[in-house]
């Protein structure tokens, strides 16, 4: 019997030593398993944040060069516009209380682009027309330094007169038919009168308001009549300004001195700095 009240208490002690040693072998197991899942969490984020900061260097690397690349290539910019844009666009950077009226359209070569270079004050306003190979922006230098393609097509000159004889006095009207000289058929009913001197030959007709008359050499006079007749025929088809009062025309077969002028009461518009004749007349007919 006292063997027996003495082997029990040793039981009972082996017995709470082992629970103790699978306890602390849990918790040491739970508390590797923890570290293990906090290093693990610890990697992945250090993973993240590093990929993170890639995705950053690479979008900062993209955005400079991108940036680099538009400065070293500006003209990317340059937008192309239709005739219509370019003319409204030239309207708006005239500064003037003179009434602004432009052409609906220009001659220009397929492909060409327009622009301009305007001036304007108090009762006036020039613009001069240019068509180049690629767009350039209105009153750019380059349309003047000769460092691009571009050409000019004419030049639009807009001025208030303080009085309407200032304004009559710049438009050289005259009723041929009452000045004499040879008469000339240029068809469509319509007779000229050519007159020569000093080297020229001047054939001259009139229609409605307007006053017009085309310029040739004396050894050139049949050039003179046909330019002539070119004009009335273009003119069957195609309406000049309505002048008020008049209008004139000064065609010149040698492509130096072509001008239309024509008056709005005291406001003289001209036309002027064209090659081609009839690209004179183009230009004309293009106001409303």
Same mark, same amino acid.
């Not at 103790?20 to 990697?43: H, V, W």
């Not at 984020?45 to 538009?70: G, L």
């Not at 130096?256 to 024509?262: E, F, H, Q, T």
């Given at each position: 019997?006292?063997?027996?009240?003495?082997?029990? %208490?040793?039981? =009972?002690?082996?017995?709470?030593?082992?629970?103790?040693? =699978?306890?602390?072998?849990?918790?040491?197991?739970?508390?590797?398993?923890?570290?293990?899942?906090?290093?693990?969490?610890?990697?992945?984020?250090?993973?993240?944040?590093?990929?993170?900061? +890639?995705?950053?260097?690479?979008?900062?690397?993209?955005?400079?060069?991108?940036?680099?690349?538009?400065?070293?290539?500006?003209?990317?910019?340059?937008?192309?516009?239709?005739?219509?844009?370019?003319?409204?666009? +030239?309207?708006?950077?005239?500064?003037?209380?003179? %009434?602004?009226?432009?052409?609906?359209?220009?001659? =220009?070569?397929?492909?060409?682009?327009?622009?301009?270079?305007?001036?304007?004050?108090?009762?006036?306003?020039?613009?001069?027309?240019?068509?180049?190979?690629?767009?350039?922006?209105?009153?750019?230098?380059?349309?003047?330094?000769?460092?691009?393609?571009?050409?000019?097509?004419?030049?639009?000159?807009?001025?208030?007169?303080?009085?309407?004889?200032?304004?009559?006095?710049?438009?050289?009207?005259?009723?041929?038919?009452?000045?004499?000289?040879?008469?000339?058929?240029?068809?469509?009913?319509?007779?000229?009168?050519?007159?020569?001197?000093?080297?020229?030959?001047?054939?001259?007709?009139?229609?409605?308001?307007?006053?017009?008359?085309?310029?040739?050499?004396?050894?050139?006079?049949?050039?003179?009549?046909?330019?002539?007749?070119?004009?009335?025929?273009?003119?069957?088809?195609?309406?000049?300004?309505?002048?008020? %009062?008049?209008?004139?025309?000064?065609?010149?077969?040698?492509?130096?001195?072509?001008?239309?002028?024509?008056?709005?009461? =005291?406001?003289?518009?001209?036309?002027?700095?064209?090659?081609?004749?009839?690209?004179?007349?183009?230009?004309?007919?293009?106001?409303?």
């Amino acid at each position: 019997m006292k063997n027996k009240k003495v082997f029990l %208490p040793a039981f =009972m002690t082996l017995a709470v030593l082992a629970g103790c040693s =699978m306890n602390n072998n849990a918790t040491e197991q739970q508390a590797s398993s923890a570290s293990s899942q906090l290093s693990s969490q610890e990697t992945a984020s250090q993973s993240s944040q590093s990929e993170s900061s +890639i995705e950053e260097k690479s979008s900062s690397e993209m955005t400079s060069q991108s940036s680099d690349s538009a400065a070293e290539n500006p003209g990317e910019q340059a937008t192309d516009l239709t005739q219509q844009e370019v003319l409204e666009a +030239i309207g708006n950077e005239l500064y003037t209380d003179a %009434p602004i009226k432009l052409p609906k359209q220009l001659p =220009m070569k397929e492909g060409k682009h327009l622009s301009a270079t305007t001036s304007s004050k108090s009762g006036m306003y020039a613009i001069v027309f240019y068509e180049s190979d690629e767009p350039i922006p209105i009153n750019n230098q380059q349309l003047t330094d000769g460092t691009s393609s571009a050409e000019q097509i004419a030049r639009l000159t807009v001025q208030q007169y303080p009085s309407q004889k200032e304004a009559d006095e710049q438009i050289a009207y005259q009723t041929f038919s009452e000045q004499g000289g040879q008469e000339v058929d240029l068809g469509y009913d319509i007779t000229g009168y050519q007159d020569a001197g000093a080297g020229s030959v001047y054939t001259g007709w009139n229609e409605g308001q307007w006053a017009l008359a085309s310029h040739a050499r004396t050894e050139n006079s049949e050039q003179g009549v046909a330019l002539a007749k070119e004009a009335v025929e273009f003119l069957e088809n195609n309406l000049l300004p309505i002048p008020d %009062p008049h209008g004139f025309a000064h065609l010149d077969v040698e492509q130096g001195d072509n001008r239309i002028l024509w008056q709005d009461e =005291m406001t003289v518009y001209t036309i002027d700095q064209v090659v081609n004749p009839i690209d004179a007349l183009m230009i004309a007919v293009a106001f409303d």
